[in-house]
């Protein structure tokens, strides 16, 4: 599903939705709408930084497992790409902060928390030094730096190979420890 949304395309993935309807059914319309709104947050704050440096975006992709903001500039500067990488993750932690600080006005505070993990997982999973994650991103652009992109970009792969490994032997321990 496409649509545009202020001047930006807006790609919908089946897969994305299909994710909606499971948490949906299994949690609620009220997680579903929150992590509809935390999910916003993130991507608009890529959005405002790139529209802040006079830069703008191509289009948003919203996939199963999170979503890419594609800047109508191919490459960016590494300060530019550090900057709008960074911009994510730290919505995702001022969400946690608002929502700290609102909690005690809450009507269920089992929402209230839920709202919490979802935001910090989301800003801390985020940072990982892992492309295509917010972390590697940023990560690259300190490095692009000094040995170019081609190099940051090889070195990163390697790392994400490394990284894939840790995090599968991470679900898999999780899963038989609960």
């Known amino acids: 599903m496409r649509f545009c949304l202020r001047g930006v395309a807006v790609e919908v993935h089946p897969l994305f ?5 499971v948490l949906w059914t299994g949690r609620g319309g009220v997680e579903a709408g929150l992590f509809l709104l935390s999910l916003a ?22 996939l199963p497992f999170g979503s890419v903001v594609v800047p109508l500039t191919p490459s960016l500067e590494p300060g530019e790409e550090f900057m709008v990488a960074a ?13 700290w600080l609102a909690t005690p006005y809450l009507p269920n505070p089992d929402v209230a928390s839920w709202f919490l993990e979802l935001n910090a997982t989301l800003g801390i999973f985020n940072l990982l030094p892992l492309l295509p994650l917010d972390g590697g991103r940023m990560l690259r652009a300190r490095w692009a730096v ?9 070195r990163l792969v390697g790392l994400g190979r490394w990284g894939s490994v840790v995090l599968a032997l991470a679900a898999t321990i999780s899963l038989f420890y609960g």
């Open 41 to 62: 947050v993130h991507e608009l704050g890529h959005l405002a930084v790139l529209a802040g440096q006079g830069l703008g975006a191509a289009r948003v992709e919203l």
């Open 146 to 154: 000094s040995v170019g992109w081609r190099r940051a970009t090889w």
């Open 87 to 99: 911009a994510g993750p730290l919505h995702n932690l001022v969400l946690v902060a608002a929502g």
């Open 17 to 21: 939705i299909l994710a909606l309807v």
